[in-house]
Every structure is written in structure tokens, then in C-alpha cells.
């Protein structure tokens, strides 16, 4: 096999909705039909389905460790866990989808493949077989060897910022142990950024740029740029970018008591006129193709904590995301990218948890930019605003979305898709399934609103259509467990709803206006008053079947 070089090609993705839902290819990987090994195999494994769409992510590997995620099978109700082998021999059982390779050669290929296991421990016939190689050995740029003090006063920008500029191509800057001060910092490139102390963003709003765009569109004029900035407006001029390592991202100092900002927040809006939206967003990611972000804890952002926008082939995995007390603070915002998977990752955070954007208004209708092409699995949401947020910047349609595997436990809402009368596009194309959604703290566990309000020229009435959710468990909710609220000239429609258990809903089990063409199979409502409550007068065509009680 030709050797191939630490730059990660781009991976095309085809999402379907027919079995499981992605396929796509790292050009560093090569893919082969599995044979059977024969017949005693076969019968063995003929009561289990196998694993589909085996891959590594986008830029899920370095030069010691692979990362492979799969999807489920096309039927998978008898699947306990996952065998995955390395080289034909068991590297890990795991009740996810995703496992974390480590501890491999560097620049060796690794043959790899996954079954799915029953309870009996029969296991399904392989998936796809992927041969991929780790990285070659990765240079090193230590930051202290480059003047930075690790004692949280010294101030390291230029320091950390000079080893970043003389990183050479597939190497590594390295933050250690300890705690590094800094402003902006700007990545380039084909490198990566491991963090194993603390990165510790200043308080001082003039250690950070004011001209970041999160949008070209947006009203409100430029930001500040954040603490780490993987950032062009030559979109895909910046590839092969990763955030990694066991340590800690530190926007600042907290401002406590009952102030629910940043220190750092708060200078920013003062140094900019008052102008809240002003603020910073702590890693700032856009027009990159090929990122990938994991293994950190990130607290303090000054407004959102990851920004992601116009980008291409995101990998997203296992960061912990506390950022509570402050508001805007949302965990991870995708926007009007293309290609991403977040996985193994826990958001308690001060709004949205994770949210999908697709630009808004008549600006975002215009631009015509989706987010499309996204995978969100294995993932825990605290307290936020909603656990997967769809909208409310809908205006190009946020698409193509597949949502699995996640528990939501003390959000304000669950499933939250949010659109409004001037917001334009919607969401279409969503699989929503095998979600636990529990102690809702303020609203409903699935939610589908258009009343969001628009400060943006309109760009027409937003729409939620196309969307499935199924097998979920909706427990001690201070609302609704399902609530459908669409707009009478836009219903939401093609609504597939089903298998859905909904106990505690301090309002209503459900409540359905303006929503057509829609089913609602098998919803199991206990201990909520009243059950159904559905107008008539703005439904048509709406399904009801197996529900307890009948609506």
C-alpha cells in the first residue's frame, strides 16, 4: 500500500436514512468487502446484524491512536454491545459507537473491523473492514522551551504563539503541566495544539483583536476574536487543525455572585460600547476543513465556548463542557458547516447545549448555506437551554441530521427545534432516536416551535418537515412531552413521532397545533394532565396509532 501523509484527506459523507445513516471514506484509509470465514461463522452470526459505515472521523488520529466510530445495524434490537478488532485480535467491547484506539506504532497501518453482539454473546458477521494508518512521528514544540511560564501570572501569548508559527507541518505544540496565561492565539495549518495543563484565557479585552465575524451578515458588526482561533474568511485556506489533550481551556476568571458573565465578558462589552454580542467566543473555528477537537474540559468562554462555522469535516470528542454560570454560554454551536460528528461528550452549560445553526433571516435565506450532514451520538446534556438545538438561525436549513444514544437530564427543554416567522428555512431530514430525556427543568422533552422572534430583515416563515422521533423516554417534565406548535400559513409537516414514553408532564402529555401530514404510533402517557390536547382547527391529516390512552 502507498504510504500516505499525515494530511487528512477530505471525507465525503452520504447521509441516508434507510438503515443507519453515514457512510464516508478517509482517503487515508483503505476499505474492503469482509469475507465470511465460513459457514459455521455464518450460522453463528445469522441472529445478529452487523455494524455499518465503520470509519475514523475527520482527523480522528495521530500518530499513536485511531479513532473508529460505526452505526448501528439495520436492525439492531437484539444488539447488547460491540466487539472491535484490531489486526484480527479484540481491542475493546463497548457499549457505544465509538471506540478510542490507543497506545499503536506510529505510521503503521491497522486493519479494523466490528461486530455487533447479542446478549448470549453471539456475534453478527464483521462490518466494513477500514486498514488505516497512524500518523508519522509527530515533532514537538514545547511552549516552555519557547519562554512561557507555567505559573498562571506571566503573560505567554507571543511565547505560545511563537511556537505555534514555527510548528512545522503534522507537528505538535505542547502545553504541559502547569497553568499558561494568554490572549489570541492563532492556529494554522496542519498542526495540532495538545493541552495537557491549563490554557488560561487573559481578563484584559485588549489581548484580543475586535474582528472576528460569526456571520458576514450579522448586524451587530464585528467580535472579539477568542482565546484559541483556528479562523479564515477564505473559506477551506485553513486544513488538518487539532485541539487536543488531557488538560483544561480557561476563557477567564468567573465574576461570581449573582453575575452571570465573565470578567472578560464584561470588559468586552464595555470596551465595544455596550455591545453584548460583542463578545468573544472562547474557540473560534471557521472556513476550516478538517478539524477536530477532544479530551479537554472547557469552562469561563466569554460568550459561547465553540464556535464552528463555515467549516468542513468535524470530528467532535469527549470534552466536557462546564460553562453554567454564564450566559450565551453555549456548549458547542455547528453552523452552516458541512460534515460533523460529536460523540462521547458531557454540555452543562448557560444556554444551548449543542446547537445547530443555518444562518438567519433574509441575509441567511440569500447566502444559502446549510448545515448539513451531521452526526450527534453518546453525548450527555445538563443544564442548558435545550440538550440538541435545531435553529433558532434556520434560514438555510439546518439538514440531514441524525441524533442517537444521547441522555438530556436537566435541560430546559429536550429536542428543541426553533423557528419563527421571519427566520426563513427550518429543519428537514432529522432522525431522532434512543434518547433519554428526564428532569426537564422548564419547558417540554420534545419541542417543535415557530415563535422565536427575528431582529433580521425576514426571510420568510421557518418550517419544521420531514423529521422522525422515535424510541424516546420522556420522564418528569415541567411541561409537555410533546409539544407542536407550528404557524398557521407554515404548519410543521411529515412529523413521524413513535414509540415515545412520556410520564410526568406537569402540563399535558401532549399538545399538537398547526401540524400536518403527521404520525404519532404507539405514545405511552401516564401521570399527565390533560393527555392530548390537539386543535382541530389548525391539523389535518394527523395519525394516531397504538396510543395510551387514545387521544
Known amino acids: 500500500?502507498?504510504?500516505?501523509?499525515?494530511?487528512?484527506?477530505?471525507?465525503?459523507?452520504?447521509?441516508?436514512?434507510?438503515?443507519?445513516?453515514?457512510?464516508?471514506?478517509?482517503?487515508?484509509?483503505?476499505?474492503?468487502?469482509?469475507?465470511?470465514?465460513?459457514?459455521?461463522?455464518?450460522?453463528?452470526?445469522?441472529?445478529?446484524?452487523?455494524?455499518?459505515?465503520?470509519?475514523?472521523?475527520?482527523?480522528?488520529?495521530?500518530?499513536?491512536?485511531?479513532?473508529?466510530?460505526?452505526?448501528?445495524?439495520?436492525?439492531?434490537?437484539?444488539?447488547?454491545?460491540?466487539?472491535?478488532?484490531?489486526?484480527?485480535?479484540?481491542a475493546g467491547n463497548t457499549k457505544n459507537l465509538f471506540l478510542n484506539i490507543t497506545e499503536l506504532e506510529a505510521n503503521n497501518p491497522y486493519s479494523l473491523i466490528v461486530k455487533a453482539v447479542d446478549a448470549s454473546g453471539n456475534e453478527s458477521l464483521p462490518s466494513n473492514k477500514i486498514i488505516h494508518f497512524t500518523a508519522p512521528p509527530m515533532k514537538v514544540f514545547d511552549v516552555t522551551k519557547y519562554g512561557a511560564i507555567g505559573d498562571g501570572n506571566t503573560l505567554n501569548t507571543a511565547a505560545i504563539q511563537k511556537a505555534i508559527d514555527e510548528c512545522t507541518a503534522g507537528g505538535k505544540v505542547l502545553i504541559p503541566a502547569g497553568k499558561f496565561l494568554s490572549g489570541a492565539l492563532f492556529l494554522k495549518s496542519d498542526m495540532t495544539i495538545q493541552i495537557d495543563g491549563t490554557l488560561l484565557g487573559s481578563d484584559d479585552a485588549n489581548h484580543y483583536p475586535l474582528k472576528s465575524m460569526r456571520f458576514p451578515y450579522y448586524l451587530s458588526g464585528k467580535n472579539y476574536m477568542g482565546l484559541i482561533n483556528a479562523y479564515t474568511e477564505k473559506y477551506g485556506s485553513i486544513t488538518n487543525v487539532r485541539i487536543c489533550g488531557s488538560g483544561n481551556v480557561?476563557?477567564?476568571?468567573?465574576?461570581?455572585?449573582?453575575?452571570?458573565?465573565?470578567?472578560?465578558?464584561?470588559?468586552?462589552?464595555?470596551?465595544?460600547?455596550?455591545?453584548?454580542?460583542?463578545?468573544?467566543?472562547?474557540?473560534?473555528?471557521?472556513?476550516?476543513?478538517?478539524?477536530?477537537?477532544?479530551?479537554?474540559?472547557?469552562?469561563?468562554?466569554?460568550?459561547?465556548?465553540?464556535?464552528?462555522?463555515?467549516?468542513?469535516?468535524?470530528?467532535?470528542?469527549?470534552?466536557?463542557?462546564?460553562?453554567?454560570?454564564?450566559?450565551?454560554?453555549?456548549?458547542?454551536?455547528?453552523?452552516?458547516?458541512?460534515?460533523?460528528?460529536?460523540?462521547?461528550?458531557?454540555?452543562?452549560?448557560?444556554d444551548d447545549c449543542i446547537n445547530l445553526n443555518a444562518g438567519v433571516g433574509e441575509p441567511g435565506v440569500k447566502e444559502n448555506f446549510p448545515d448539513t450532514n451531521l452526526r450527534i451520538f453518546n453525548c450527555t446534556t445538563k443544564r442548558g437551554h435545550g440538550g440538541v438545538v435545531f435553529g433558532s438561525f434556520t434560514g438555510a436549513w439546518i439538514q440531514n441530521v441524525l441524533?442517537?444514544?444521547?441522555?438530556?437530564?436537566?435541560?430546559?427543554?429536550?429536542?428543541?427545534?426553533?423557528?419563527?416567522?421571519?427566520?426563513?428555512?427550518?429543519?428537514?431530514?432529522?432522525?431522532?432516536?434512543?434518547?433519554?430525556?428526564?428532569?426537564?427543568?422548564?419547558?417540554?422533552?420534545?419541542?417543535?416551535?415557530?415563535?422565536?422572534?427575528?431582529?433580521?430583515?425576514?426571510?420568510?416563515?421557518?418550517?419544521?418537515?420531514?423529521?422522525?422521533?422515535?424510541?424516546?423516554?420522556?420522564?418528569?417534565?415541567?411541561?409537555?412531552?410533546?409539544?407542536?406548535?407550528g404557524l398557521a400559513d407554515k404548519p410543521h409537516t411529515n412529523l413521524s413521532i413513535s414509540n415515545v414514553s412520556i410520564d410526568g408532564g406537569k402540563s399535558g402529555g401532549a399538545y399538537i397545533k398547526n401540524c400536518t401530514n403527521s404520525t404519532f404510533d404507539t405514545i405511552d402517557i401516564k401521570n399527565s394532565t390533560p393527555v392530548w390536547t390537539i386543535d382541530s382547527n389548525s391539523t389535518s391529516g394527523l395519525s394516531f396509532k397504538n396510543c395510551n390512552p387514545k387521544p
Not at 8 to 37: C, E, M, P, R, Y
Open 1 to 90: 500500500m502507498k504510504r500516505v501523509s499525515f494530511i487528512i484527506s477530505v471525507i465525503v459523507v452520504l447521509v441516508w436514512f434507510g438503515g443507519t445513516a453515514f457512510s464516508g471514506q478517509d482517503q487515508n484509509s483503505a476499505s474492503s468487502d469482509s469475507n465470511v470465514s465460513g459457514k459455521t461463522e455464518a450460522v453463528k452470526s445469522a441472529a445478529v446484524a452487523p455494524p455499518q459505515q465503520l470509519m475514523v472521523p475527520p482527523a480522528g488520529f495521530d500518530d499513536s491512536s485511531i479513532i473508529v466510530i460505526w452505526g448501528k445495524p439495520s436492525d439492531y434490537s437484539n444488539v447488547a454491545s460491540y466487539n472491535v478488532y484490531v489486526n484480527g485480535s479484540l
Open 250 to 350: 480557561c476563557g477567564g476568571t468567573w465574576a461570581g455572585g449573582n453575575v452571570v458573565d465573565t470578567v472578560l465578558g464584561m470588559n468586552e462589552r464595555t470596551a465595544s460600547g455596550g455591545n453584548d454580542s460583542a463578545r468573544g467566543d472562547m474557540i473560534v473555528v471557521k472556513g476550516v476543513t478538517n478539524f477536530y477537537i477532544g479530551g479537554l474540559t472547557l469552562t469561563n468562554p466569554a460568550m459561547h465556548t465553540i464556535f464552528i462555522s463555515y467549516s468542513k469535516n468535524i470530528t467532535v470528542n469527549g470534552i466536557n463542557v462546564s460553562t453554567f454560570d454564564i450566559h450565551n454560554a453555549d456548549g458547542i454551536n455547528i453552523c452552516t458547516s458541512d460534515t460533523a460528528y460529536v460523540f462521547n461528550s458531557t454540555f452543562d452549560t448557560g
Open 403 to 485: 441524533v442517537e444514544d444521547c441522555v438530556f437530564d436537566g435541560t430546559d427543554i429536550g429536542l428543541r427545534f426553533k423557528t419563527g416567522t421571519k427566520q426563513g428555512g427550518g429543519a428537514r431530514n432529522v432522525l431522532c432516536r434512543d434518547i433519554t430525556i428526564k428532569n426537564i427543568a422548564k419547558n417540554s422533552a420534545i419541542f417543535f416551535d415557530s415563535s422565536y422572534s427575528c431582529d433580521y430583515p425576514s426571510g420568510g416563515q421557518g418550517q419544521f418537515k420531514d423529521i422522525t422521533v422515535k424510541n424516546i423516554t420522556c420522564s418528569n417534565l415541567k411541561k409537555y412531552g410533546i409539544f407542536v406548535s
